[in-house]
């Protein structure tokens, strides 16, 4: 029995080391199926459970510390981290507990493993600033390395579509972030429910004074970076932009959350690692950087991260740097956005700056590559001193990280399956060697190399068209004006010289778009005589007008009927006395109508009615030629045209003067009630 029983020790200790695991070894992690109904202070102050069979085992190895994770509510009283006296073989313990009677009790235990992070920095002269950040807009110029022009982001471009919301928060799973570095002013998030320094949990999270974030790695508030890999990962994500200093993030508003979970060397263990997830969703965080990884898989990270996921968490996460296929967590968690390095010239760093013998990995798991070597970013140990840069894919993930909080900062209602898609949908494929890079998804470049334009550009769709008028004249500078389910940034847009306008919509949401050109006071606008005795014929049923273009251009004044009334007032445009149509209806002042070029067939019936805008629900692809029709309200027999409204501009004002018109008008006014396109005139 002993002997079997070693050989399953044995056995498992085989199993834990395969593939050089490296964790704590003096702690573990252990989760209870059940909450522990022991009050907090007294398990920890006597390390002890309540369960006979565990506590043993425990005891036996010199149980030293119980320390609680703060998780979600649901694990409330059910995470922990075990440190003993010394080191031990831990395999050991977790095996025992494993196998003892009370393990039904157990959701699992494991040790704690050692997570590294995966960038390496160096000192170069102080030249800096944007021009040096390849990865946002490379013009083929980069000194550093071989450099091919395009091979960035296209930041440029993706700002015009969006730059961010101060209301997202990105989490920095990392070594700490100089919180007090200038090009972090005003972006690092702050925890108004805790009061600062004033030695109290305010806010009873389990943390005290935890005002930016939480220090995991040595268990206390301070989160500043003393490594320097932290605070690069966070300056590649969100470094204050356009401020005239430093470097530019790829989100210019989001808040830097500070999870320092790596100590002074990289290392990390993956029980901080599941603290500050928990915390990072606790607090609202809705995206994490996570460039670290570590060999071994762990339930304790797996449930975290998928926690994080179900909670709304988008989680970047690098692949590692040893050149292998060797899966790294948690870039191979189930929802993690994996991330690959790639070099200036677009291929895959393979090796990276620092070693020969370093490279982006690959594998089965692999999501998307992103620029990654030679990254400048703050120094942690200097507010003036802007020339460092790191390498890495712990490089490359913050690029993702920032692009996932500008796609949430368009629209806060994606999921993180919603972003992970779009930045794969919209990645850049074949940009590396062929050998690698080929068409489709690749273990090397994933679905390619990241855009941010088009990834921003992919959340609109587009609606273009021209304005004419009935003889296919152009209507310029119109304006043309959208409302919708969903604000877009500019919802009005002047049409172009040529009478075209091109209007950027949100896909899935509904809109209504209508044209107009009230300003348009111009006396010369085509009405004259001519158009007065077509609509008096029309009332008097001798000349019906057969277009609705011109019985809308008749009824100058919007009331639905064409009666007298539109002709008096036809009147004052051409005598000056007016310098517009008044509408009856809306009280605007204009000379156009403008209708859905789709209207083709007017109402008879009295009031007539006809389509002056367009609408659409749920719009998700380009619509063309969405045009509209301009009609100069009382130029019924189109006629308009500069040249021609002047040359008998004088003579339609000379008739009216000499009132060759008023018989006519008065038999109009004796007559109205019996045509067939009238009601009674009001008026």
């Known amino acids: 029995m002993k002997c079997s029983y070693i050989l399953i020790l044995m056995t498992a200790i085989l199993a834990l080391n395969k593939g050089s ?15 522990i109904q022991k009050e907090t202070q007294k398990l920890i102050a006597d390390k002890t459970f309540g ?120 989490g920095v799973l990392d070594s700490g972030v100089k919180i007090d570095h200038p090009d972090f002013a005003g972006r690092i998030w702050k925890n108004y429910a805790e009061i600062a320094f004033n030695g109290l949990d305010d806010d009873a999270d389990g943390y005290i004074d935890d005002v930016n974030g939480w220090n995991f790695a040595y268990g206390n508030n301070n989160v500043m970076d003393d490594e320097g890999h932290g605070t690069n990962v966070a300056g590649i994500i969100g470094a204050k932009s356009n401020n005239g200093l430093g470097y530019s993030g790829v989100d210019w508003k989001c808040k830097i959350m500070s999870l320092k979970t790596q100590d002074s060397t990289g290392n990390g263990y993956y029980s901080a690692w599941v603290s500050a997830i928990y915390y990072a969703v606790a607090k609202g965080a809705r995206v ?19 926690y994080a996921i179900a909670n709304k968490l988008v989680i970047a996460a690098c692949m590692m740097n040893t050149n292998s296929n060797t899966p790294y967590y948690p870039a191979k968690c189930n929802g993690v956005i994996a991330v690959g390095a790639t070099n200036a010239n677009d291929t895959r760093c393979n090796p990276f700056f620092w070693s020969t013998s370093s490279g982006s990995n690959y594998g089965s798991h692999i999501s998307v590559v992103a620029p990654g070597n030679y990254i400048y970013g703050p120094n942690h140990q200097s507010n003036t001193d802007y020339s460092w840069y790191w390498g890495g894919t712990s490089q490359a993930t913050p690029h993702v990280a920032g692009l996932a909080a500008l796609l949430l900062a368009q629209d806060s209602t994606r999921t993180p399956a919603q972003i992970k898609s779009v930045i794969e949908s919209t990645a850049k494929d074949q940009v590396g060697l062929a050998t690698e890079d080929t068409p489709g998804w690749d273990q090397y470049y994933g679905y390619g190399r990241i855009n941010a334009y088009k990834a921003l550009d992919y959340y609109y769709t587009y609606v273009n068209g021209s304005i004419k008028t009935p003889l296919g004249y152009k209507v310029k500078t119109v304006n043309v004006s959208f409302t919708g389910t969903k604000s877009i940034a500019a919802p009005i847009v002047l049409s172009d010289s ?58 100058v004044n919007g009331d639905g009927k064409i009666s007298t009334l539109d002709i008096v007032l036809m009147k ?56 509209f029709v301009g009609i100069k309200l009382g130029d019924v027999n189109w006629d308009w045209n500069a040249a021609l409204a002047r040359s008998i501009y004088a003579g339609s004002k000379a008739a009216i003067e000499n009132k060759s018109f008023q018989e006519t008008t008065n038999r109009v006014g004796d007559l109205k009630r019996k045509n067939k396109y009238l009601k009674p005139d009001k008026n």
């Open 572 to 627: 004052r445009l051409i005598l000056g006395l007016d310098t517009a149509f008044t509408n009856s209806k809306t009280g605007e002042k204009r000379l156009w109508a403008f209708v859905d070029s789709s209207y083709t067939i007017p109402d008879t019936t009295n009031p007539f009615p006809y389509k002056d805008s367009i609408s659409y629900s749920g719009i998700s692809l380009s619509q063309t030629n969405q045009s």
């Open 51 to 170: 369960i006979d069979e565990i506590d043993d085992i425990l005891l036996k190895y010199d149980l030293i510390k119980v320390q609680k994770i703060i998780a979600s509510r649901d694990l409330r009283n059910r995470l922990y981290v075990l440190k003993f006296k010394q080191s031990t073989i831990i395999e050991v313990v977790v095996e025992e507990l494993k196998q003892s009677v009370s393990k039904i009790q157990l959701d699992f235990v494991e040790p704690d493993f050692i997570g590294k992070s995966s960038g390496v920095k160096k000192v170069i002269p102080n030249d800096t600033y944007f021009s040096y950040q390849w990865s946002l807009n490379n013009n083929g110029s980069f000194s550093m390395s071989p450099a091919k022009a395009g091979a960035d982001l296209d930041m440029e471009e993706a700002w015009a579509l969006q730059t961010g919301d101060t209301g997202i928060i990105v």
């Open 21 to 35: 695991a490296q964790y704590k070894t003096d702690q573990l992690i252990i989760q209870f199926k059940a909450p």
């Open 498 to 555: 040529t009478g075209s306008y091109n209007q950027q919509l949100i896909k899935g949401y509904s809109y209504t778009f209508k044209a107009s050109k009230n300003n348009d006071i111009n006396k010369t606008n085509g009405v004259t005589t001519l158009d007065i005795a077509l609509v008096q014929s029309h009332i008097l049923q001798k000349s019906i007008l057969n277009s609705p273009y011109k019985m809308i251009a008749a009824d």
């Open 288 to 306: 994490l950087n996570m460039s670290v990884g570590g060999v071994s898989v762990s339930t304790a990270v797996n449930n975290a991260v998928s």
